[in-house]
Each structure stands twice: as structure tokens, then as C-alpha cells.
């Protein structure tokens, strides 16, 4: 065990900085009345940005790897990439669609930082009760910017769905946790640190108390049967919330179920390990139908990509299941790999999507639906463009960066013997396509008056192009190195 002597406080530079510009503007909103509290907004900005640069500076020199504070913090540089920049795209978000309905923009950056700064102590963390403390951390935030708009039935009653339906979840999650503690004492270990897993499959009271951690963790990704809350989260919540839950959120619960599973040796114990991928290979499918024919009915833009992020959530797990199906070898490499590349590959269709919900000018967007996309082909060059490679990217069609994810994913299936999985797969792929091109097919109609005005706001267009053409790029670049 480290002593205190042995912290090295410099592996949490981006949690530090998250935290601190979180204070700096909260601090500045409170002394700067009027216009000038702008400039508190811009400070915590500022702080997302030098985030993003010091989690890139240490994935690059590996400054973060290794094992920190006694055990429990390990190194996840990458994931710290990638939500400080989902941290970066909802902040830039932010400056359009809060200033709609609340002038209170500084205090919802501080918030998504310090959200922002727990969902990376969470994926980093080595120990179950470490884990609590963080996703709580985050859990809380992600409460107050669902139900930031209080003038908004729909964004109160996402506030209220959210809170019930993570605190269900993490009271399983601590349950769980205090089952695998119990199973330690029984078992004279510390079977809360995720190195000692592999240790204490043989005891029932741990298998029972992971199965609660991982059901916690499936709410939070709304995979089946735990996806019901989803939806409506999404359709009430601010759209920038809404963005960060689909994206950041949902990473974070497969990285950390990513991680749990690949820190398993199943070799002692190879009934336990084929019980585990069967289960998460038969969530995995459900997840993937429910959430592709769940989105087939969807007339409204929120909603259904609520739905697809159900979907998505079920190929990810696809991964998963194939990990724990051949618990060592190289595998896991290609796996990890092919989870970022996907996942990154999402994020930018998701958030370039949602840039576009964002431009709706009406107070709420709530009840935004595919048929106000009508005549946007002849009315708006960018949006229809952000529509038609990020739709297609979703839906996984050629050469965008979805559809190399998707077939990374299919390979891993392969190596994995996971035949009837990758089936599902494309079944769901096929379904999809037929939702997200009914919004595509809304743009190309004739507009009959009564639709939503859509106008760009600040970064919303050229932030949508952008991600747009990383979405077009990032598949064939990215790919082909790999």
C-alpha cells in the first residue's frame, strides 16, 4: 500500500483544473451583477479548454499512467480527452440554447465542470466505493442540468424522472458494493479494489454484489431493462444537457464496465465468466431491438435520439460480451480500441446533431418534431448537410466514421464467435436506417408554414460543420492507421 508521501497530485491536473474554473465562476457570477457576469462564463470556458490541453499534454507523455492515491485512482488519460472535449461542445452549446431560458450561464458551466471532473474519477477509479463517491459527484450535477429550466413543465419533469431513476441506481450500485465489501471480510481480502476481483468469484455474495454494481451502472447507460427513463430526459432536459448525457454519460458507464470486465481473470473460475458474457450478450441484444424498434414510432427529434443512443448503448455492449468471452489474450486491445474509436465516432455525429436541435428559436424545444425539418434542404445548406452525414454516420452508412466503428465492432464480434450477436446487429443497422432517414426525408419536403424557425447562433454553425467533417474524415483517417 502507498503512503501519503507517494501521492502525485499531478496525475489529476485535469480534475483540477475542471475544479477550480468551476470555483473561479461560480466566484466571478456572484461578484460581477448584469452583462458583466459574461465574463464569468468565458472563465470557466477558458478552464475547459486548458482541461482539454492538459489531458491531451499527459496522454501524450504519460504523465497519468500508472497507479495513484494508495491504489484507487488508476490512469484513463484518454477518457479524459474525450469528456473535456464532450465538456468543451456542451459549454459551446450552452451560450445559445441557456441563454433562451435562463441568463445563469456561468452557473450551469460550473456545474457541467464539476460533473465533467467526477465522470473522469470514475472511469479512473481502481476501488467500488471510490467509483460511489465520483459517479454521485457526477450524478448530482447531471440533476440540476436536467432540470435547469424551472419555468418548463417538460424540463421539471426531466429533473424528477433523472433523480428517481439515478437515485434507484445508485442505491444498487451501493448495495452492491457493500455486498463485495462483505465478501472481503469473508474472504480476508479487500475485495473492493478491482485488482483483488478475480480473487473472490468463488463467493456468491460477490457475484450477487457485481451484478447490483453492474446493474447500477446499465441504468446510467439506459440499456435494457433499465432504459425506460431515457427518453424523457431527453425531451425535457436542455439540449446541451441532453447532448452531455448522451455522450459523456454514456462513455463513462461502458468504459467503467469495460474496465471492471478486462480486470476479471475468469480461468479459476470459467462457469462464472460464460455466465457473464451470456448475460450481457442477451442485455446487449435486447438493448439493440428495443432500442431500434423503440425509435421506428418516434415523430419528435429528442426522443428519437434518445432511442438511438439506446441502440448505440447495445453495440457497445456487444464489446463487452465479446471481452468476457475470451477473458485474456489480444483481444482486449483490439476491443479498448475499437470502444474509443466508436465512441468518438459518436460523439461527433451526436453533438453535431443536437448543434442542430440547439438552432431552434422557439423558448423550448421540448416538443420539436421531424415535421419542422420540412423545406430546411432549400432554406439552410448546413443544416441539411449536418443532417445528412450525421443521420447516415448514426445509421452506419459508408465512408463516414459510424460506419467503421460499426464494422470495428462486427470484427471483434467475429474474433469472438459471437455470430448470433453480430446477426442483431445488423438487424438492428437495417431498422435504424429507416428512423433516421425519416428525419432526413422531412428536410427534402415541401414546407407547408407552421414549422420551427431554425437560425445559427454563435459557434452553433461552424462548431456543426466542423464536427461534420471530422465525422466524414475520422472513419477513413482513423481507420486505416488502425
Known sequence: METISTFEWNSMCAETVLALSALAGLTLSA??????????????MAGLVAALVSAIFQLSSGAASGVFFGGMLGSSSSFGVFASACALLTGL??????????????????????????????????????????????????????????????CAEAGVKYLVASGVSGALFL??????YGAGLKLEISALRFEDFSAALGNPIFLAGMSLVCAGVLFKVAAFPFQFWSPDVYQGAPTPAAAFFAVASKAAGMLFLFKICSSIDFSLYPHAGSRAELAVSVVAAATIIMGNLGGITQINAKRLLAFSGIANAGYLLVLIAAVLKFPSGDLHGLAEVSLYFYLTAYMFANYSLFYVVGQDTCRDDYLQSLSDYRGIFRKNAIEESALTINLASLAGVPPTAGFFGKLLILIVAWYAQLYWLMAVMVFGSAVSVYYYFAWLRATYSEAEGGERKFAPFGALAPTSVALSAATMLFGLVLFFMI
Open 175 to 180: 448495495l452492491g458494493t457493500a455486498f463485495v
Open 31 to 44: 461578484l460581477l451583477p448584469g452583462r458583466a457576469s459574461k465574463f464569468a462564463a468565458w472563465a470557466v
Open 93 to 154: 452549446m450552452c451560450f445559445s440554447s441557456v441563454s433562451k431560458v435562463s441568463s445563469k450561464r456561468a452557473e450551469f458551466l460550473s456545474v457541467l465542470s464539476i460533473c465533467t471532473a467526477g465522470l473522469i474519477l470514475f472511469v479512473r477509479s481502481n476501488n467500488l466505493m471510490f467509483s460511489f463517491v465520483a459517479l454521485e459527484c457526477a450524478t448530482v450535477c447531471l440533476y440540476v442540468m436536467a432540470a435547469w429550466n424551472k419555468d418548463s413543465p417538460a
